[in-house]
Structure formats: C-alpha cells, structure tokens
C-alpha cells in the first residue's frame, strides 16, 4: 500500500524509493491519499471535492508512471467512507501478482558455498533452485561478479 499526502509533492528519497521498488519488480498494489483535515499553503480548503478531484487525477497520473495497472487512487478523506470500504476491500480481496522478472528464470535459494582450488578453482553452490528449471546450457550470473558458464548440476535428494 502506498500512501500519498495530497499537500506534499514526492520528494527525492520517495522518489528513489518508488524506482527501487520498480526496478525489483511489484506486485499488486493499493495506492491511498491521507485524510488531511488541513488546508494547504495558500490558505485554500482541500477537501472541497472540486479541489480534491484534480489533485486525485495528478496523484494517479503520477503512480501510474511507476505502476502502469495502477486504476484508481482511494480517497480516505473524511465522509467518504465509500473510498475507505473500496481500499480495504481492494487490499483483503486483491491477489498479489507475479513478480515479473522471476517469470521464465530459475533462481537458487543458496544452503552451502565452496571453492575448490582443483583445476583453476570451481565454485560449488548447494541449494533449492526455485522458478524455471536451472539448465546447464545456460550462463549463470553472480550479482556483483558477472556471468558465467556453468560446468555441471547435480541434483542429490535429501534422505
């Protein structure tokens, strides 16, 4: 669920945090205003409906450049109770979606790291492997190392 001030404009660190999110992949999300029972800088009351629907387009606009499914942001300005009902059952009933990048790769849940120093060193990794089949034929890559050809996998059922 993301929260958004209907004053205050993203600032840099929400802004950065919003891409980091974007970039490891979302799931499902809720995107809600807080009720502000303020008015804003210039001394103009926000929650007139005629203010507030313009400000609810601009924050939607905004959340759908990081989240393109993005269709509605939920008001829970008091005496909209509606919106409020809409939210949560949007969050109890929604079903997180697949993160996509995880689609089609397979990944390893690492148990055990060695270096061998036999012929030039091999690094043997033990662990689960989750999503797509891991195929020899494939390159493997190491965050922060690179790619690599693999040379074997095994695969040793625990008794």
């Known amino acids: 669920m993301f929260l958004l001030s209907s004053i205050q404009e993203v600032d ?28 804003d800088m210039q001394g103009e009351d926000i929650t007139d409906p005629k203010t507030r629907t313009p400000i609810l387009k601009s924050l939607l606009s905004f959340m759908q450049y990081f989240v393109p499914s993005q269709s509605r942001v939920y008001d829970l300005e008091e005496g909209r109770s509606s919106d409020a009902i809409s939210a949560v059952r949007a969050i109890a009933e929604g079903k997180p979606s697949d993160v996509q990048w995880r689609q089609g790769r397979s990944w390893l849940l690492s148990e055990e790291v060695q270096w061998e ?3 030039g ?16 034929n494939r390159l493997i890559h190491i965050p922060n190392h690179g790619d690599f050809q693999q040379s074997r996998v095994s695969s040793d059922a625990l008794e």
Do not use: I, M, N, Y
Request: hydrophobic content about 45%; charged content about 15%.
């Open 12 to 39: 840099e660190w929400g802004d950065l945090l919003l891409r980091c999110l974007q970039a490891q992949g979302l799931p499902e999300v809720v995107t809600v205003v807080a009720p502000s029972h303020w008015s």
């Open 117 to 119: 120093e036999a012929d």
């Open 121 to 136: 060193g091999t690094l043997k990794v033990t662990g689960v492997v989750r999503g797509a089949l891991l195929s020899v």
